[in-house]
T-cell receptor, first 111, second 113 residues
Framework: QKEVEQNSGPLSVPEGAIASLNCTYS??????FFWYRQYSGKSPELIMS????GDKEDGRFTAQLNKASQYVSLLIRDSQPSDSATYLC???????????FGSGTRLLVRP | SAVISQKPSRDICQRGTSLTIQCQVD?????MFWYRQQPGQSLTLIAT?????????ESGFVIDKFPISRPNLTFSTLTVSNMSPEDSSIYLC??????????FGQGTRLTVV
């Protein structure tokens, strides 16, 4: 079983809709969780971090963490074509900066 | 967050040669890492670059193939040695900044022919 699992997609949503991206993980000792956005040919860009159960909102983005169920999700409200990218879920196990990445979900926002 | 500069941004190299990638940060950082992203794949951690001591390598990566230097708290290099086409990847420098958040340089796209 992979440590971090994501649906590869593509997830296709119309402009203005809510995009929901999901990630599950296997190690209950995971401490911190991150969502990165990666445009084609570019490096990953950190968009959200979440450390405790519940929701964390930042602009159009909401990260949700449920440690009991071992999943973390990212909601993007009012999706824009510029949100089209691959979204990488990442976590670390031991409060270090070493990250374990999922394979990423490709999001396509249709104009 | 820190400004992380990597160079070269891309290179095409002959098999059997070596390439050294540089990572420069605009402020002192404790933690620096090197990742690899193979075509169509996600990121895999190669090693932690330790200042003043040998790097700590992840399973599947060895010092002879990927020697790393970290002479100070703002600079690191990764060398990809004796390259083969399988080494064609994007290599990314990462720094740990605060609250365990990590940020990436712009990456080095390596093609081995």
């Amino acid at each position: 079983q992979k440590e971090v699992e994501q649906n590869s997609g593509p997830l296709s949503v119309p402009e203005g809709a809510i995009a929901s991206l999901n990630c599950t993980y296997s190690d209950r000792g995971s401490q911190s969780f991150f969502w990165y956005r990666q445009y084609s040919g570019k490096s990953p860009e950190l968009i959200m971090s979440i450390y405790s159960n519940g929701d964390k909102e930042d602009g159009r983005f909401t990260a949700q963490l449920n440690k009991a169920s071992q999943y973390v999700s990212l909601l993007i409200r009012d999706s824009q074509p510029s949100d089209s990218a691959t979204y990488l879920c990442a976590l670390n196990l031991d409060s270090s900066y070493k990250l374990i990445f999922g394979s990423g979900t490709r999001l396509l926002v249709r104009p | 967050s820190a400004v992380i500069s990597q160079k070269p941004s891309r290179d095409i190299c002959q098999r059997g040669t070596s390439l050294t990638i540089q990572c420069q940060v605009d402020s002192q950082v404790t933690m620096m890492f090197w990742y690899r992203q193979q075509p169509g794949q996600s990121l895999t951690l190669i090693a932690t670059a330790n200042q003043g001591s040998e790097a700590t390598y992840e399973s599947g990566f060895v010092i002879d193939k990927f020697p790393i230097s970290r002479p100070n708290l703002t600079f690191s290099t990764l060398t990809v040695s004796n390259m083969s086409p399988e080494d064609s990847s994007i290599y990314l420098c990462s720094v740990g900044y605060m609250n365990t958040e990590a940020f990436f340089g712009q990456g080095t796209r390596l093609t081995v022919v």
